[in-house]
């Protein structure tokens, strides 16, 4: 498993071997049982195959980013998948945002709409197909520092949180996930915003779903990373990622082209 560093500021990181953990350990076993279970359901072989062959390439990464442009390339082939910046914005703001880097790539959203945030999920979280993924949507952190000074979104003081992911592979969409950990804060009248990147995986097979923090394809899920000063709210069975925010404003652009139109 080979760690990520890039120097503390905006800075892509570079292709990496990565660290696939997948189903080759007993396969032979593991797909007689999937044989067996397809055909007392009903179901295709096809179907079955796809499911044994499923793997999911995990890439761990300690990356701080505090102004500028982070790019993420998720399946290590040169080509950046997932934009994160950190810009000044009019007077005293400061705003973190995510967005896809091509038109076929997005961010699973909090809403029907790019008027919305992205998510910020909690482990565990389905993402794949019949979920809203967007190019870009609304800042995922406000920090605003003038006389009316705000502190808002999804993505704000929280630890071990995930965007939820689809990128393009040959035209196929792939579903993963990205960990952060952001603070926002405003000192000596000026607002911050200082986030780390934590890891990011996706599945190798196209459309195939996966869960917010999941590592392999028996469903096996990252450890919390822990945060100095919670070990009380551990002891108590208070996961750190487990908090509840939401924010919303005002950037319109376009919906992902995997994302079918919504029927009412």
Avoid at 13 to 34: D, F, H, K, M, Q
Avoid at 220 to 225: D, R
Wanted: with cysteine.
């Amino acid at each position: 498993m080979s760690s990520v560093r890039p120097e503390l500021k905006s800075r892509r990181i570079p292709p990496s071997e990565g660290t696939r953990v997948g189903s080759c350990e007993n396969l032979e076993s593991r797909l007689n049982a999937y044989v067996l279970a397809a055909a007392a359901a009903g179901a295709g072989l096809l179907a079955t195959a796809q499911s044994a062959a499923a793997e999911i390439v995990y890439t761990p990464a300690d990356t701080i980013l505090t102004n500028g442009i982070l790019r993420i390339d998720l399946n290590h082939d040169g080509i950046d998948d997932i934009g994160l910046g950190i810009f000044d914005y009019a007077f005293k703001m400061k705003l973190l945002r995510a967005r896809g880097l091509t038109p076929k790539n997005g961010i699973l959203g909090s809403g029907g709409g790019t008027s919305y945030p992205p998510a910020a999920l909690m482990e565990g979280y389905p993402i794949g197909p019949i979920k809203f993924f967007y190019q870009e949507e609304n800042a995922a952190v406000r920090v605003v520092a003038s006389h009316a000074s705000y502190i808002g979104g999804p993505f704000a003081n929280v630890h071990n949180r995930f965007l939820g992911i689809v990128f393009d592979i040959d035209n196929q969409p792939h579903y993963g996930w990205v960990r952060l950990s952001v603070k926002a804060y405003i000192n000596q009248h000026k607002p911050h915003i200082d986030l780390t990147l934590l890891g990011y995986a996706y599945e190798t097979v196209p459309g195939q779903s996966l869960r917010a923090g999941q590592i392999d394809s028996e469903v096996g899920m990252l450890e919390p990373i822990l945060q100095a000063g919670t070990l009380g709210m551990l002891a108590l069975g208070r996961p750190l990622w487990r908090r509840k925010e939401q924010d919303g404003a005002e950037l319109l652009v376009g919906r992902s082209a995997f994302q079918p139109a919504p029927t009412s």
